[in-house]
């Protein structure tokens, strides 16, 4: 049973489902930790504390919820049925990177901060240069709860980026007795998961443990392709009189076959609703380069212009994360809480394609020269690259990731009479590499998206190779006075610090990487001394409870090599010396307000209401873009970009969520919200100084409206559920002159709870039934935001399926 208790420092426990998926749940208790506190599990059917102490607006969702919307399910994707999130992905568990689309008002992912258990987890940036996705720190099943801070994260959170909140995923304890747990998934395009968990519990001196692992596999429903991989957890726990200790493990090995965008704009005579690769079907791929075929209901290959299709394209990770941690109760008011880390990924994105596209014949020509006089798309010169290549028209691109971090968090709190101090640090030392590299497709031979080709073959090409360090210091103080029983004061204030230094081993040949004259070479420092935040939490009367907060936070510059808004993927020294000398962090200004209530009924069958309403504003300054020299969105060559400062976003929203009780067999919920985004200044472009007009205009890709519902309907073993999904208009270039139509996607569940007997092997049976899009609503899901007028990209909305799950407990 999914509640949200909001416990303030008064006994007054004010509590909201959010959103109820059952009918009725026990009293709330007298006092309740802060949820930034609380780690334990609840038991099924408890209140699940969200506020605590804190003064900002914060929710959360357990595991045991998560799962019910779908099995193994990623913990962020489960936040899309909370207030202001839109979460959006191409395949139905939310678990492919590269088209993930999360806003949360207003504030896109790599504006958000996200943690595992108090570890950083970094920007979440498709190509990882300093953390991982949470799907890959934790095994879905086992999470214990996801908390979400939708305006201001706790002062104390390990992220340089977390302009517009926290995303703090945490995993499941061991279980007090000894266990087995196991699920097996079944569904639509031959998916397949299965999940095992063995819980030790206490094999002496309070020390328990749990192992556990999970294979997933799942064709792509647009082609033939599988997203793929095993994980394993392990998680240790001792408890005595002195204190904690904690001791996580995590593996992860992850094939995902990616998807190709849309390309829209205004000219086009061809725009398909899929871009399907065409792997396996060599021979296929081969016809359609060769136009033998007409293509994806264009007449021929080339008549699709931007809208082609690649052989194929993946992303492989592998990841290996762990931590120590223990809680020290050093007097009966102090504790003194020291975690130690580390993280070691491998990875490498790949794409095989044509080597007509995207400008490549251009970039080719840099490394070999073809017959002088002649164009580099002459067909004299693309025969003589199809033989370099392998002879079969594609080549493949990959690049390299490396990823090392070490790092440590303390924590120190004390009771002191009516105020609550906490002393707080935060160091991270992260090495990082990244190398593009092209390889030859051989025509006899033709690679897989499942195999890395430096496995395979020595590159024909290194187009860039980037060393990066970093050095990351945060610190924070703060104190929660309770001015009376009912009343309470919080304010303190944080201070971050980053160091970051790129050293490149391979530069770019000046041209061949479009606009670029070289990669820069250097170190870059920023420091922000005094980060405030302010708030006040009033517990108004027996039902009620009032909350006001104020925060500004800061986004460190991006440290990712040759993309994203990082300094490090300038197109030149000189254009790096003028960043370091001229450029601003993002910064925000956060302002929240709000208002919770709880009231029991006697409204004939009306039992219970719960609900919540809050207001924010947001002043966002500094705001960086990378401002490309071409226009081109699916050139896979890239762009060498300038990134500037060009102003500010004010943004206004309201949150209200509301559930109705029906007794214990019914329960309606209900979430709207309104945000609204808009930029406040204009920007220049190119040499010209051309004026972009997006002063005024919206942030694209965030919609105006939210509409989230659940309903849910109990029986004696029997649960029912269906929940609908409103998603409103969106924006997709910066200017508006194109926009997305809103729509609503349904998605249902129903779940048996089997007779056990009592003297049975197993102790607990349930098999569900999950369909998403119902309705199998074909819908634009995530967008690539247009940079200029008139163009933009899209992925398509995962259709209907369906998964049956048979969980059981022994």
């Known amino acids: 049973m999914r509640r949200i208790l909001f416990a303030g420092v008064a006994p007054l426990a004010l509590t909201l489902s959010v959103p109820a998926l059952a009918a009725a749940a026990p009293e709330a208790p007298a006092a309740a930790p802060a949820a930034d506190e609380a780690e334990a599990d609840p038991a099924p059917g408890e209140d699940i504390v969200v506020t605590g102490t804190a003064t900002r607006s914060v929710a959360q969702i357990t595991g045991a919820e998560m799962q019910k919307l779908l099995p193994g399910i990623n913990p962020l994707k489960a936040l899309q049925t909370l207030p202001g999130v839109t979460y959006l992905t191409a395949d139905p568990w939310g678990n492919n990177e590269q088209n993930i689309s999360l806003f949360i008002h207003g504030f896109n992912a790599q504006q958000l901060g996200y943690t595992m258990d108090g570890v950083p987890l970094g920007d979440q940036q498709y190509g990882n240069y300093n953390g991982l996705s949470p799907q890959r720190a934790v095994i879905s099943e086992n999470v214990g709860r996801v908390v979400l801070a939708t305006g201001a994260g706790d002062l104390g959170t390990a992220s340089t980026s977390n302009l517009g909140g926290t995303i703090d995923t945490f995993s499941s304890d061991p279980a007090a007795d000894f266990g087995v747990r196991a699920a097996q998934t079944v569904g639509s395009y031959q998916a397949t998961r299965s999940f095992l968990r063995l819980d030790s519990g206490d094999i002496g001196q309070n020390t328990r443990f749990y192992v556990s692992g999970v294979r997933q596999r799942a064709r792509a429903w647009d082609f033939e392709g599988y997203q793929k991989g095993w994980q394993a957890n392990t998680k240790l726990v001792h408890d005595d009189a002195t204190g904690k200790l904690t001791a996580y ?87 003194f809480s020291n975690q130690a880390y580390f993280h070691h990924n491998d990875g490498v994105g790949i794409v095989a394609g044509p080597i007509t596209v995207a400008g490549l014949p251009g970039l080719f020509s840099f490394y070999y020269p073809g017959v002088a006089g002649s164009s580099p798309t002459s067909a004299v010169n693309l025969a003589r690259l199809s033989t370099i290549f392998g002879g079969s028209g594609l080549a493949s691109r990959t690049t390299e990731y490396r990823i090392d971090r070490v790092g440590g968090i303390s924590t120190l709190r004390a009771e002191l009479g009516d105020h609550t101090v906490e002393l707080g640090g935060w160091y991270e030392h992260q090495s990082s590499s990244s190398y593009r590299r092209w390889y030859a497709l051989d025509v006899n031979n033709p690679s897989s998206p499942y195999q890395r080709p430096l496995d395979l073959a020595k590159p024909l090409i290194t187009q860039y190779g980037s060393e990066i360090r970093v050095e990351v210091i945060q610190a924070h103080l703060q104190d929660a006075w309770k001015i009376t029983p009912a009343l309470t004061l919080q304010a303190g204030f944080k201070s971050t610090f980053q160091r970051a230094r790129q050293q490149v081993p391979v530069q770019p040949i000046p041209g061949s990487f479009t606009g670029s004259r070289e990669l820069p070479v250097g170190r870059i420092s920023t420091d922000k001394w005094f980060l405030p935040q302010v708030g006040a939490l009033w517990d108004a009367t027996d039902h009620e409870q009032l909350f006001v907060n104020a925060q500004q936070n800061i986004r460190q510059f991006q440290t990712s090599a040759a993309s994203g808004l990082s300094p490090f993927a300038l197109g030149s020294q000189t254009l790096f010396e003028f960043f370091k000398a001229n450029t601003k962090p993002e910064t925000s200004w956060t302002y929240e307000a709000g208002v919770r209530t709880r009231r029991a009924l006697d409204l004939g069958p009306l039992t219970a209401f719960e609900g919540q309403i809050s207001y924010y504003h947001v002043d966002f300054s500094n705001r960086l873009l990378a401002i490309s020299p071409t226009t081109t969105i699916t050139a896979i060559i890239s762009g060498a970009p300038i990134i500037a400062n060009v102003g500010s976003v004010k943004t206004d929203g309201v949150d209200m969520a509301a559930t109705l009780r029906f007794g214990d067999t019914f329960s309606l919920y209900n979430a709207l919200s309104y945000n609204n985004s808009r930029y406040a200044d204009n920007y220049t472009v190119g040499a010209a100084q051309t004026v972009v007009p997006t002063a005024g205009k919206k942030v694209p890709g965030s919609p105006d409206w939210l509409n989230k519902t659940v309903a849910t309907l109990n029986g004696d073993g029997v649960e029912v559920q269906l929940i609908g999904d409103y998603i409103g208009r969106r924006y997709a270039t910066f200017t508006n002159d194109l926009s997305v139509k809103g729509y609503l996607t349904l998605a249902a569940r129903i779940a048996f709870d089997m007779p056990v007997s009592g003297n049975g092997f197993a102790k607990k049976l349930n098999v569900s039934l999950n369909v998403t899009n119902l309705t199998d609503k074909q819908a634009y899901s995530t967008l690539s935001i247009g940079a200029a007028s008139g163009t933009y990209n899209f992925f398509p909305l995962p259709p209907r399926q369906a998964f049956v799950t048979l969980s059981a407990g022994f």
């Open 249 to 335: 493990f995590a593996y992860s090995d992850k094939t995902e076959p990616n998807e190709d965008a849309t390309s829209v704009s205004a000219t086009q005579t061809f725009r398909p609703y899929i871009r399907p690769f065409l792997y396996p079907d060599f021979r296929r791929m081969q016809a359609y380069l060769a136009n033998q075929l007409p293509y994806n209901g264009a007449p021929s290959y080339a008549a699709s212009g931007a809208n082609y299709s690649n052989y194929y394209s993946a992303a492989l990770r592998t990841d290996y994360l762990g931590y120590l941690k223990y809680d020290w109760n050093v007097a009966s008011n102090v504790t």
